[in-house]
């Protein structure tokens, strides 16, 4: 008997063993979030790029406001635009996927089925502009010197690393604090990847405006403080003829010049200063494109449509100022925003409300929790509003002529039920205190933002709120946002089809008090923390779509933001002096893919 059991065990420790050098992780040429990469492993570039685009030429764009430092990466200063240009990163995002990386300065990347541990085994043929060998060492030394002395964003998005080893001649191996996180690999994935050897002499922390080293397929080739930055080509490019950079970076020089605001910027447009503009006004597409150039086919505009979540935008709360930390008070005044007038009347229709933090996309919560939702939803069921568990959020609609007369009413009794009372014509409450508050915004944003936010205040004036607009200059503006130095702002949050650990830095209790951290409404909610955690450790994706839609309607109740509008496509109108992919991405024109076509580019007349 007891042989047999010695033989059944030995039996059984030998159909084992194959099955345990199957599970052994393999080195991977890409990686999805969820399921598998949609390219083949001997793919040889992406769909939306046409691989034999012709090199040369000059692109000139713009910026709005200044700049005072070359380095992207710190919260000291105003970076220039244009700088990823300069820097590679481990590994390289597909823009017609959900989430899915290829590599880039990573040949390949290896990790376990519980995604514990990620390790990027670097090109050999990987080299900053100086000639020099990109090495493990450079990329230890990225992760350190961002986490450090970066933005803090980055402290907070690298939080789930536990540590970051050399583990091979060309090889690093990060270890998470915890095994399930699978968007985590493709985080560490995004990582730009700075010199050891150029910045370990100079202070990463300040500003500078010397050109760092890079080894992007771009670097600077000359600036003007505030005024333009200029980016050449670099002919031999080492990841030029990478799967994931074939057909992309064509023009042999980028230009960005700097303009005080969007007004000045479009007329610059108009006189051919530069080849394109993005346009975020509604009422300059319908009003202010109407020249020559555009009448005769010399200017090309362009609706692009996109596939992904439009994100929040809106009018933020600051809860870390007594004022707002009532959620009925905040509640209250988002029914003084007349979306419907303000789209009829100053965007000539052209816009969708908001109505959802993912909406635009399967993420958004609509109709009443599933069971997957409320299944996460319930352990909380006394900390969130009813609401949560019985209702759709919609946005505050006002009905006709006089719609928001109705609204205005609502936001009085919602007002007066929480215990406030309209005393010589303002908004007051038991203790004596006003209803007052400040709407801070960016001044490069100028008229466009002023003529939509006084309707707004004297709506808040028909109730005895009393609101006042500030507005503050480009550098003023994001040291405020920074040190969450206003009472409201319009601020966005802008979402992926995959939405991961960035949720933290939006939305979670720990970056609330963060200074320069993206929590600008200062979010602290158990029920968010959680959704959050859910999220990021989502197994598949059902999982992931039912975690964000939770979290979604928790914050919608939470009357965190006065949600804005959105629209599913983009504004584009540029020069015609380009060849372009017929394919489009999720998210609509790689512009990167762009390329000057001689033909075009001799018989334009500007």
Do not use: C
Not at 192 to 208: G, L, M
Not at 343 to 363: K, M, P, V
């Amino acid at each position: 008997m007891a042989v047999g059991l010695v033989r059944l065990a030995f039996l059984a420790l030998a159909l084992a063993a194959p099955a345990a050098h199957a599970a052994e992780p393999q080195p991977m040429f890409g990686m999805a979030m969820h399921g598998d990469p949609a390219y083949p492993a001997d793919f040889t570039h992406f769909a939306y790029v046409t691989p034999d685009a012709p090199k040369g030429g000059a692109l000139k764009l713009e910026a709005v406001g200044g700049f005072d430092t070359l380095n992207p990466y710190t919260l000291k200063g105003m970076s220039a635009a244009g700088l990823g240009l300069t820097y590679d990163t481990l590994m390289a995002s597909s823009l017609d996927e959900a989430f899915t990386e290829y590599g880039l300065i990573a040949k390949t990347i290896t990790v376990p089925e519980d995604r514990s541990w990620a390790r990027f085994d670097l090109r050999p043929e990987a080299k900053w502009h100086d000639g020099k060998p990109i090495t493990a060492d450079d990329v230890i030394f990225s992760y350190e010197t961002l986490r450090d002395k970066g933005d803090p964003f980055y402290r907070s998005y690298y939080a789930g690393v536990a540590k970051v080893e050399k583990t091979g001649a060309n090889a690093v191996t990060f270890t998470f604090k915890e095994a399930g996180n699978r968007e985590l690999p493709l985080i560490v994935g995004q990582m730009p990847v700075i010199p050891k050897h150029y910045w370990q002499s100079r202070d990463f922390a300040a500003t500078t405006l010397e050109p760092p080293l890079g080894s992007g397929p771009y670097k600077i080739a000359s600036s003007e403080t505030g005024r333009s930055i200029v980016y050449a080509r670099v002919k031999d490019y080492w990841g030029r003829d990478l799967p994931v950079n074939k057909g992309r970076y064509n023009v042999d020089t980028v230009r960005y010049d700097y303009y005080r605001d969007t007004t000045v910027a479009l007329e610059a447009f108009k006189s051919g200063a530069f080849d394109m503009i993005s346009e975020y006004e509604a009422k300059k597409w319908a009003t202010a494109y109407d020249f020559p150039a555009v009448q005769d086919g010399r200017v090309i505009r362009a609706e692009i449509p996109t596939h992904t979540p439009s994100g929040m935008q809106g009018y933020v709360y600051n809860t870390r100022r007594e004022v707002f930390q009532d959620p009925k008070v905040r509640e209250a005044l988002a029914y003084a925003f007349d979306f419907e007038w303000t789209n009829a009347a100053l965007f000539h229709g052209a816009y969708a409300r908001i109505n959802s933090y993912f909406d635009n996309s399967e993420l958004g919560a609509t109709g009443l929790p599933s069971p997957a939702e409320l299944k996460l939803l319930e352990p909380f069921r006394d900390q969130l509003p009813k609401e949560v568990f019985t209702q759709e959020y919609r946005s505050p609609k006002s009905e006709g002529e006089n719609g928001i007369r109705a609204n205005l009413r609502t936001a009085l009794n919602l007002l007066r039920a929480d215990g406030w009372a309209v005393k010589d014509g303002v908004m007051t409450n038991a203790k004596g205190e006003k209803l007052s508050f400040e709407i801070m915004i960016n001044a490069a944003q100028g008229a466009a933002f002023e003529r939509i936010t006084l309707p707004f205040i004297q709506n808040l004036k028909k109730i005895g709120v009393e609101a006042t607009l500030r507005s503050v200059d480009v550098n003023q503006y994001q040291n405020r946002v920074q040190q969450f130095d206003f009472d409201m702002m319009v601020g966005t949050f802008g979402q992926s089809l995959s939405p991961g650990n960035e949720q933290e830095g939006y939305f979670g209790s720990d970056s609330a008090n963060r200074p320069g951290s993206r929590n600008l409404a200062g979010v602290q909610s158990p029920a968010v923390d959680a959704m959050i955690r859910h999220i990021v450790l989502a197994k598949d994706r059902d999982d992931l779509i039912a975690a964000t839609r939770a979290m979604d309607r928790i914050l919608l109740w939470g009357h965190y933001v006065i949600p804005q509008w959105y629209l599913p496509y983009n504004r584009l109108a540029y020069w015609n002096r380009f060849g372009k992919p017929e394919t489009l991405t999720l998210r609509g024109e790689d512009t990167w893919s762009w390329w000057i076509d001689p033909k075009l580019d001799k018989a334009l007349v500007r």
